[in-house]
């Protein structure tokens, strides 16, 4: 079975504070996605990956940055965060344009 | 308007019962997804289809590509089919597929005993 991990199911941080949220995939996937989910707003692309040290910015990168420095791991930053940044956070990876497989999210709150 | 829109929103039904969700959707796609969301849980794919239909176990879901139109069914429900169910469509640029997928807000179900 394709397992995606994340590093943390629950985050509660302060404003101002840098956040590293990670995933893991054990299936040599070369894309990985990092995507928030909100109520009423479903998932947005924050940021994707299509392989190692390669990325691009999805529909809403603004306060975001991420790392891929090997194919299994992609890490999303959050250099500064702030309350609008409190959301799901879901991580997800694919092989070539197919079915992708998601991790569990990261329940981020930033007081 | 939303380029990918479900209906309906939020759906209650009998153990037993039939259950259709639907998906409209505007723009060029290489291929739909439906997705299966339990609360507080991640996201578990259930189908990813281009054409036709497909099958897999209680759950069938259809696609008709000329009228960007897609439905998931349930068969036989059961409360543990309660989840939010999540369409979403692979878009296509002038260069092909892409990687990005768009996203419907979701169905939730809650199937009742």
């Known amino acids: 079975d394709v397992k995606v991990t994340q590093s943390s199911r629950y985050l509660v941080k302060r404003t101002g504070e840098k956040v590293f949220l990670e995933c893991v995939q054990d299936?040599?996937?070369?894309?990985m996605f990092w995507y928030r989910q909100d109520p009423g707003l479903g998932l947005r692309l924050i940021y994707f990956?299509?392989?190692?040290?390669?990325?691009e910015k999805g529909d809403i990168p603004e306060g975001y940055s991420v790392s891929r420095e090997k194919k299994e791991r992609f890490s999303l930053i959050l250099e500064s965060a702030s309350t609008n940044q409190t959301s799901m956070y879901l991580c997800?990876?694919?092989?070539?344009?197919?079915?992708?497989?998601f991790g569990p999210g990261t329940r981020l709150t930033v007081l | 308007k939303n380029e990918v829109e479900q209906s309906p929103q939020n759906l209650t039904a009998q153990e037993g019962e039939f259950i259709t969700i639907n998906c409209s959707y505007s723009?060029?796609?290489?291929?739909l997804h439906w997705l299966q969301q339990h609360p507080g849980g991640g996201i578990v794919s259930l189908f990813m289809l281009s054409s036709g239909k497909k099958k897999h176990g209680r759950l069938i879901a259809t696609i008709n590509i000329q009228e960007k139109h897609s439905s998931l069914h349930i068969t036989a429900s059961h409360p543990r089919d309660s989840a939010v169910y999540i369409c979403a469509v692979g878009m296509l640029n002038y260069g092909g597929a892409t990687n990005k997928l768009i996203f419907g807000t979701g169905t939730l179900l809650a199937v009742q005993p």
């Open positions: 723009v060029g796609i290489s291929a």
């Open positions: 299936m040599d996937h070369e894309n």
């Open positions: 997800a990876s694919s092989l070539s344009w197919g079915e992708k497989f």
């Open positions: 990956s299509y392989d190692v040290k390669m990325k």
